[in-house]
Structure formats: structure tokens, C-alpha cells
């Protein structure tokens, strides 16, 4: 899978409505979106941004609590879809709900977001808590994308899905193996997607978000001191928000990505290309260059 850093907020249309644009005209009942794992967090960030956008936007949880809590804060173009992202006939009948909901057959956008995380060293990481781990996060994506899939082309429409990764699934961090592994295998199947789905006119796209003070990790940013120390690793010096994922995620989703597909986005503020920053590295040796031959140079592989 092909990998860019993004930080910017995009607006334009939807895929399957080449007449409605993002930003702040006029609203349309007929661009409608899909978020699972809404609930709570990053999730229902990316809901608050796309009911502003302009999007119709189904708020799946498995919480019912939870998805009818954010779908009534959001405002009414916000609809509550009870759904574990595990089961397919619960997929279905959120999309069955979905659609009497819009009038719409088919969304035209799913954003596949829902997951857990279990921190363990993998000495002693349950057999349990691994399957859990895998099962919602990388299976809960695949059968909520194709659940959409099917209904997109079944409908004779474009669509697009976007998946949430992570920089775990892309550099190894500490007692995150079951977590970074399932988000290293979604990147696969984004680019699988892209490349099955593309011909069908649905394009799939991930984002991987980096130190970001929102869902999962917003118990962990409690500890100032964590969160000093985190900021400090960024290059930008700070930590991102769930609004500035939620940017990048409302642009994969829109017209003006329409040539995007099988892509990971990371938006980290260049924390993931720094690790090898992090790394001491003499000068020279033996009268090498750093940037030839020596430790941590270039001839590094």
C-alpha cells in the first residue's frame, strides 16, 4: 500500500453526487455516510464533522446508548444504527434501517473505524484477547466494507470506503502487537479493496492517525507528564486532534479525491518518519559520512 503524509482539511463533492460540494452549501439529503465504532471517541468526531460538511450520517455502535447519545448531539441529519461490525445480519439490518432512513439504496461513503485495542507484551497476551483484537478489527472491517460493497454495486452506484489504521500498524510500538498487527493487516485489505472494487467504481482508502488526543488514546493523555513527553517526540511539537483526522478522512470521501485509491494516509504530524531520528548515530566513522555507509545513514536497509 502505497503511503503520504496529509494534514489538511479537504471539501469537495461526494463521490456518487457530482452536484453537491463539503464546506458550507447547501445541504443534500442524498449524500449519506456510514461510520462504525461512531460511538464514542475519534468515531464520533468524524460523525460531528461530516453532519457539518453537509452528510447524512448513519452513527453505527454496538452501544445502542452510545450511537443514539451522539446521533442526537450531532444534530437530526444524524441517524442512531445499532450494529456489531462481527455479525452480518446485524450489518444488514443497520443497512436496511440506513436506507428506508435516506431513501438511498446504497451510502455513498463508509467509514470502517470501529475497533479495541488489548496492551500486552506478546509473551503474555491471551489467546482470547488476541482473537477479540482480530476479530473486531481487522474481520469487523472487512465485513462492514463488503457489507457496503455489495449494496454499492447492487445498486449500480460509485462509492467510497475509508478505513482507520493506525502508525502501529506501520512502525512496531511497545506491547501493541495484536493491536499494530490487525492495523497492518486492514492496510492490506484497503489496498485488496482498491483493487477488486476500483473496476466497480467504489475506491478505498486508509488513514493512519499517529499521537492523537481522541478516543482509545485519550485515557493515556490524562498523564501530563505522558502527555509532555509524547509532544515532544512529534515534529510539529504538539499532539493531533480528532477533528484534523476527521479533515483528512472527509477528503478521502470526496470528489476531490477521486483519483486517490489504495492509499494509507498518515496523519501524525511526522512523528512516523522520525523513529530513526531517535536513534544515536556518531558523526562519522573511520572517516565515512553519516549519510554514506555509517550506522544509521543511508546504507541502512
Known sequence: MARATATGRGEGRAVGDATTHLGHGPSVSARTLIITGAGNGLGA??????????WMVGVLDRDPEAASRVAASVGERAVPLVADTTDEGQLDAALDL??????????DGMVCNAGIVR?????????????AVLDVNLSGTFLSARAFARRVIGAGRSGAIVTVTSMNGVVA?????AYGAT???VALLTSQMALEWGPHGIRANAVAPGLIDAGMSEPIYADPEIRRLRSGRVPVGRLGTGAEVASVVLFLLSEEAAYVNGTELLVDGGVTGSVISTLPRPQSVDGVGAGDNAPGGDGDR
Open 45 to 54: 468526531e468524524i460523525a460531528r464533522c461530516a453532519v457539518d460538511g453537509g
Open 183 to 185: 492495523k497492518a493487516g
Open 173 to 177: 510500538g511497545p506491547n501493541a502487537g
Open 119 to 131: 496492551f500486552s507484551p506478546l509473551l503474555d497476551l491471551e489467546v482470547g484477547e488476541w482473537r
Open 98 to 107: 440506513f436506507a428506508a432512513r435516506t431513501g438511498q439504496e446504497a451510502p
